[in-house]
């Protein structure tokens, strides 16, 4: 089992910065690719960013490509989300999500891991 908790999130104005946080416990955080993912009210969960076990490859959404960036620390056992120049349509829950590290996916049922996830609210 490997336990997922998220931090960061909060009220931020358009245009604004939030880093995310995702500590992990329970197996060994490097043998797992991390992704992060978000849903907004009345829509299904979408792909943000991934990535993989060693840190060495990232993908992102369209959507946030340019404006976010995932990072991990295997020593903290903690995978980040830098977000900058926010815009409204960014609000939603964050969620971050391990999977047994094999090839990057985006995914949501690929993921075995969730955290409990944590709110981003972008006021215009």
């Known amino acids: 089992q490997v336990q997922l908790v998220e931090s960061g999130g909060g009220l931020v104005q358009a245009g604004g910065s939030l880093r995310l946080s995702c500590a992990a416990s329970g197996r060994t955080f490097s043998n797992y690719d991390m992704g992060w993912f978000r849903q907004a009210p009345g829509k299904e969960r979408e792909f943000v960013a991934v990535?993989?076990?060693?840190?060495?490859?990232?993908y992102y959404a369209d959507s946030v490509k340019g404006r976010f960036t995932i990072s991990r620390d295997n020593a903290k056992n903690t995978v980040y989300l830098q977000m900058n120049s926010l815009k409204p349509e960014d609000t939603a829950v964050y969620y971050c999500a391990a999977r047994r590290s094999t090839v990057l996916v985006t995914t949501v049922a690929r993921y075995d891991y969730w955290g409990q996830g944590t709110q981003v609210t972008v006021s215009s």
């Open positions: 990535i993989s076990w060693s840190g060495g490859t990232t």
